[in-house]
């Protein structure tokens, strides 16, 4: 699937067109592998063995679009990027531009550090066509948006990374790029360097700028992207809706967590106190799928080895471990109710349970009766359906009004 398909542009304003490509790199684990792919190299050879890093990639930048890219580390985010750029070649497809770009991709990259701060950006700033009286007329603008004081006269190498990134961000907003290309630049710095640097792309985006940005925050690509496209394993996931695909994404990253905490809840010992049934709204299931704002029954029992009375802590988490709420039976003076020999009983309500849409873990432990010791847990996964663009986990009750 092409982000084109998905967001139905033509190609006449696309400032980037992106056909069908790849990009490999020969596996040279020994010293010996790099030898002979250097020799093949040298020959006009294939590699023997290759590492697919991207494949078949079919998207568009167009004019006035803001779109982000996610995915793990490794997906090839990043490889992307400086294809687009020209910083590296593509095995395979093309690439075609049509606009001046700015881009912020390794920290540091395009500064030498053995220059002032200052003659960087002079020699930056000529790269993008900024020189002369042009120049000279921005510089203060350059320095002030950098806010690094007397460290604009000094040595970039002896810049802190975030430093280093309020000059490349400096220079960017004074050129105002037709395209400007970031990656992960916003997880670097000090906090109020990042909402100056959100605010200053907001009102680029809104004086018809262009955008392409790759971030771990899903956030971040929310608030400032209107498309998304996910990359899994090099190639195109899903494209579209910058929620859409970013839910879609934190989704499959919850439910990997989720996987992962199973498989090691495996290894826990059972101990005195063991959950023998988890139901939920009369159901014991793996999944409950859930609508916001519904009611939610639970029932646990627990069987007691010494037959002394447990007590119950029940957790709700987001899939990738998050807590979000938390309430024992020891808080709120509730007993268990006696079923058998040594068999024991819990009922529990959340009513309108306020959770945002997404994957969510309800998770159940027996304590003893004091409370000092957790045993090991039962669990079931929650899903909640419905829509909404709030951010966080859970719905607050508000109301707007007039000051």
Not at 143 to 169: C, N, Q, T, W
Not at 174 to 185: G, S
Not at 327 to 356: N, Q, T
């Amino acid at each position: 699937m092409t982000a084109d398909a998905v967001r139905g542009a033509t190609s006449t304003d696309a400032l980037v067109r992106v056909e069908g490509l790849a990009k490999r790199y020969p596996v040279v684990g020994a010293r010996g592998d790099r030898l002979a792919a250097l020799g093949r190299l040298l020959l006009g050879r294939a590699p023997r063995r290759e590492v697919e890093v991207l494949a078949g990639i079919d998207l568009a930048v167009h004019r006035g679009q803001s779109l982000g890219i996610v995915g793990e580390n490794g997906a090839g985010k990043s490889t992307l990027l400086k294809l687009i750029t020209g910083t590296l070649t593509p095995s395979a497809g093309r690439v075609v531009t049509t606009a001046r770009i700015g881009a912020l991709l390794e920290l540091g990259a395009g500064f030498h550090p053995e220059y002032s701060g200052r003659d960087n950006v002079r020699m930056a700033a000529a790269i993008h066509g900024l020189a002369g009286e042009a120049l000279a007329a921005k510089l203060p603008e350059i320095e002030a948006f950098a806010g690094i004081g007397r460290y604009f006269d000094e040595p970039v190498k002896h810049y802190s990374s975030g430093m280093v990134v309020r000059l490349g961000f400096a220079v960017i907003a004074a050129t105002r790029p037709d395209l400007l290309i970031t990656d992960e630049v916003l997880a670097v710095g000090d906090e109020h360097f990042q909402k100056k640097c959100i605010r200053w792309i907001d009102q680029y985006l809104a004086d018809g700028g262009t955008l392409l940005l790759v971030s771990h925050s899903v956030y971040h690509v929310q608030k400032l992207c209107r498309q998304a496209i996910w990359l899994k394993d090099g190639r195109i996931e899903a494209s579209g809706d910058a929620f859409e695909v970013t839910q879609r994404y934190q989704a499959w990253l919850e439910q990997r967590e989720a996987r992962d905490r199973a498989a090691a809840a495996d290894a826990v010992a059972v101990g005195d106190m063991r959950v023998t049934a988890l139901r939920v709204d009369g159901r014991t299931v793996p999944r409950i799928d859930l609508a916001m704002h519904g009611d939610l029954e639970v029932e646990v029992e627990i069987t007691s080895r010494d037959d002394r009375p447990p007590a119950l802590s029940l957790g709700l988490l987001r899939a990738d471990g998050t807590p979000v709420y938390g309430v024992d039976s020891l808080m709120d003076a509730a007993d268990a109710l006696a079923i058998g020999d040594g068999a024991f009983a819990f009922a529990f309500r959340y009513e309108r349970l306020p959770l945002l849409p997404g994957d969510y873990v309800l998770r159940a432990f027996p304590m003893d009766a004091e409370g000092l010791r957790l045993f090991a847990p039962a669990e079931v996964a929650l899903r909640i359906r419905g829509e909404s663009r709030e951010f966080g986990l859970v719905r607050l009750p508000h109301r707007w009004g007039a000051p």
